[in-house]
T-cell receptor, first 116, second 113 residues
Framework: DTEVTQTPKHLVMGMTNKKSLKCEQH?????MYWYKQKAKKPPELMFV???????INESVPSRFSPECPNSSLLNLHLHALQPEDSALYLC???????????????FGPGTRLTVL | SQQGEEDPQALSIQEGENATMNCSYK?????LQWYRQNSGRGLVHLIL?????REKHSGRLRVTLDTSKKSSSLLITASRAADTASYFC?????????????FGQGTELSVKP
């Protein structure tokens, strides 16, 4: 199974709502990533988890709260978002790089988030 | 921050023609990867070229890397309508970088049947 799944595909939420995005992979990857992508722009890294521990936080506002409950699952909890947070949120996974090696990342289809 | 620029930003060609996209980057690299993204979907890894390689082929794809000019190009030969997508170069992804990839601005390719 070389697939990364994300749910939901689309999400519309108000600024006072609390919602969660979910990501799952069964490739045995121990690195998982959250990216944010605005229209006609490249993906921007938000968070990296390595061995279920947060290893990189790209100065993301606290209204975004990531969670990695086990090696297959990655969540992104959303609270008090702003309209400018509307974007495509992409999850990815990869083998953990070691030494000078580098690995391709496998991306899910994304969740299209609209904040009203 | 983004690593560099890609050009052209948009490219429109007829089926059967070749498409060339260029990527420039700012810092020294260990590798450079190319990804494709169909409209509003996730990214798909196409090819990786290491810093000690100059050219690499995969099917209809040919990637070149010039580390002295800090640039790479992706050539798609005999393009098809199904190649219509956005193409991104990406650098990084190593252990020392925590696996972090930095993407170029992307080229939007449209292949007309």
């Amino acid at each position: 199974d070389t697939e990364v799944t994300q749910t939901p595909k689309h999400l519309v939420m108000g600024m006072t709502n609390k919602k969660s995005l979910k990501c799952e992979q069964h490739m045995g990857h121990r690195a998982m990533y959250w990216y944010k992508q605005k229209a006609k722009k490249p993906p921007e890294l938000m968070f990296v988890y390595s061995y279920e521990k947060l290893s990189i936080n790209e100065s993301v506002p606290s209204r975004f709260s990531p969670e990695c409950p086990n090696s297959s699952l990655l969540n992104l909890h959303l609270h008090a978002l702003q309209p400018e947070d509307s974007a495509l949120y992409l999850c990815a996974s990869s083998q953990l790089p070691s030494g000078a090696s580098y690995n391709e990342q496998f991306f899910g289809p994304g969740t299209r988030l609209t904040v009203l | 921050s983004q690593q560099g620029e890609e050009d052209p930003q948009a490219l429109s060609i007829q089926e059967g023609e070749n498409a060339t996209m260029n990527c420039s980057y700012k810092t020294s690299i260990n590798n450079l990867q190319w990804y494709r993204q169909n409209s509003g979907r996730g990214l798909v890894h196409l090819i990786l070229i290491r810093s000690n390689e100059r050219e690499k082929h995969s099917g209809r794809l040919r990637v070149t890397l010039d580390t002295s000019k800090k640039s790479s190009s992706l050539l798609i030969t005999a393009s098809r309508a199904a190649d219509t997508a956005s193409y991104f170069c990406a650098t990084g992804g190593t252990y020392n970088q925590g696996g972090k990839l930095i993407f170029g601005q992307g080229t939007e390719l449209s292949v007309k049947p």
